[in-house]
């Protein structure tokens, strides 16, 4: 049960479809009942705002009014002026972090899809004990915190770790390979992160397919590759959009586990603002990259939601 | 009847699963090396690595503040996500998807961008107090609230989604008041609902690091702030220790919760 809810919470999309739909049901439902609707009688809409105005306060105080100031921040520091952001545009580290964490980012997008469409398969259409493994296989690492398992990483991976022992040992290569500290193991630890919050949309997609379409196929005498190939796949392809925007949208803005597997080479546009703020101090910089960040995710939730929600909802009927 | 999977789509998952498990299972032998740096242990095992988190005081503090933050901002968080969800869901306000969206926005928002918003609301807020500000249990507890809160709030609202609204109908058309519709009806349709969003809510704030590391220094040494700096700073094989206890401790949660629920048929 837990895991078909985070399924959802982990789907912003799906669950808007979900609350949409539903709220169009009620929409009958208060027009059938006179003063249902928080519009209807007075009494009722004071109610209702006190049940809601507290989160919404709350997040405003201490959110989105802060917000504003980190924009502010990225216009008046050191000098008032869009310095920083001419700055973004030129200066050549600046850009070249951009353009790495985007290859990253898009990396990462696509090996984390792929496995978690692996597993997600299994997942869903396995036998009881196999749907029990994978399960198990994929709310454990998610239920770990990142720190935890970037140092899995490490003990993976450093020159003392397990993998180069193991070499060593055996007589296959004589001085450690360094397999840490690089691309290659920001990259492995990422896609460690976000394999399950791509298999869970994965999964919904998935559980969604009408099992008489394949079974129509397979009476037509499709064999299982092609059955996967033109049946399955298409019909799971909302669930594969979904996942990679909301995977893509999730590594922008990731620092720790670069920060860590990294080792201060391969820095991605979250972790610049992180030394611009701590190490290096230069808050205006750090500021416009933030705001650079924001506007980055705001067009591509946008792009969500205008391309994948209506394929979304279609592909779940 | 289900096609069940190929072996070549069995083979595919095991790999990915592989990879899932694999840096979990690494930190196992590392723990028990019995040298002060990251190595394998060398023929000779030895646990004191797990002595060092009893012997050494920070790990016991750092670990009783976490529950301290993730206890308080767990409560608040899933308080206000309660009465938001509430609020849209009996009375159907009009903006509801935006008003979710809105509340949404800290998880949507990248993390580093969040912290940064954090950093200037506490210490913006220290000069007014010194209490809750920068830097103290209260403040890293109103960021993690606030970091938490989106969580909280869509499992609750996907709890509600499955009550049938007839019922609230019904007891509204006999007269009941908004709270006794929340208090006898729709409370204990969804109390599994809000007890989850309570842990997630939890978790979420026990294993807290990206806010976290923006809005604390020296004083408020969280648990995932410690092994941040045992990490990142230098890396201490007592990391390992605690990476094992934790992963044991999730791992026989996940298992027994598996072993009491019962399995949906399919």
């Not at chain 2, 058309?173 to 409370?187: H, N, W």
């Not at chain 2, 020296?218 to 390992?240: E, K």
Request: a positive charge.
């Amino acid at each position: 049960m837990t895991t078909q809810r985070l399924a959802a919470a982990t789907t912003p999309s799906s669950l808007t479809g979900e609350g949409s739909s539903q709220a169009a049901g009620l929409v009958s439902d208060g027009r059938a009942e006179p003063g249902g609707r928080m519009t209807g009688r007075g009494a009722s809409k004071w109610v209702g705002l006190c049940f809601i105005a507290p989160l919404i306060a709350f997040l405003a105080l201490v959110y989105v009014i802060p917000l504003a100031g980190v924009a502010e921040w990225s216009v008046t520091l050191p000098k008032p002026g869009v310095g920083q952001y001419e700055r973004l545009a030129s200066d050549p580290l600046v850009l070249s972090v951009f353009l790495r964490t985007f290859r990253i980012c898009a990396i990462v997008t696509a090996t984390s899809v792929a496995a978690a469409y692996a597993i997600a398969y299994v997942w869903v259409r396995g036998t009881r004990m196999q749907r029990r493994l994978t399960e198990l296989c994929i709310l454990i690492p998610f239920l770990i915190s990142i720190l935890t398992r970037a140092f899995g990483w490490l003990a993976l991976l450093s020159n003392r770790g397990l993998v180069n022992s193991w070499l060593q040992a055996s007589g296959l290569i004589d001085s450690p390979l360094q397999l840490t500290y690089n691309e290659f193991s920001v990259i492995l630890g990422m896609t460690h992160v976000l394999i399950p919050f791509a298999a869970f949309p994965l999964a919904s997609a998935m559980r969604a397919v009408d099992e008489r379409v394949l079974l129509a196929a397979r009476g037509l005498g499709a064999s299982r590759l092609r059955i996967f190939w033109s049946v399955f796949l298409p019909m799971t392809a909302s669930g594969v959009i979904g996942a990679a925007l909301i995977v893509f949208v999730f590594t922008l803005g990731f620092f720790v586990t670069p920060a860590i597997l990294g080792g201060g080479r391969s820095i991605m546009a979250a972790e610049l603002v992180y030394l611009r703020m701590f190490q290096s101090p230069d808050w205006g910089l750090g500021a416009a990259v933030s705001v650079t960040l924001v506007v980055i995710v705001g067009l591509l939730m946008a792009a969500l939601f205008r391309l994948a929600r209506p394929a979304l909802l279609g592909g779940a009927r | 009847m289900i096609q069940r999977p190929s072996p070549i789509a069995l083979a595919l998952a095991a790999l990915v699963a592989a990879f899932l498990l694999a840096p979990l299972l690494a930190v196992i032998p590392i723990s028990l090396t019995p040298a002060r740096f990251l190595t394998m242990p060398n023929g000779e095992l030895s646990l004191i690595h797990y002595r060092e988190l009893i012997d050494n005081p920070d790990w016991a503090r750092s670990i009783l503040l976490s529950l301290r933050i993730g206890l308080v901002s767990s409560v608040i968080a899933t308080a206000l996500a309660l009465a938001f969800a509430l609020g849209v869901w009996m009375f159907q306000p009009p903006f509801a998807a935006l008003l979710v969206g809105f509340v949404m926005l800290p998880m949507i928002v990248p993390p580093v961008v969040s912290a940064m918003i954090l950093y200037f609301f506490l210490t913006s807020l220290s000069q007014v107090s010194e209490a809750v500000g920068y830097d103290t249990w209260l403040g890293v507890t109103l960021a993690h609230v606030v970091m938490i809160v989106p969580c909280a709030t869509l499992l609750i609202l996907v709890a509600l989604a499955q009550v049938d609204r007839r019922i609230d109908l019904a007891a509204r058309g006999l007269g009941a008041s908004p709270l006794q519709r929340v208090v006898t009806i729709i409370l204990p349709n969804i109390r599994f609902g809000v007890l989850t969003a309570a842990l997630m809510a939890f978790i979420l704030s026990w294993e807290e690091i990206g806010v976290t590391l923006f809005v604390t220094s020296v004083n408020a040494i969280t648990l995932p702030r410690l092994i941040w700096m045992g990490v990142h700073d230098n890396i201490d094989p007592a990391i390992a220790a605690i990476s094992v206890v934790l992963i044991v401790i999730t791992t026989l949660a996940l298992v027994g919760r598996m072993l009491v629920q019962r399995d949906e048929p399919a």
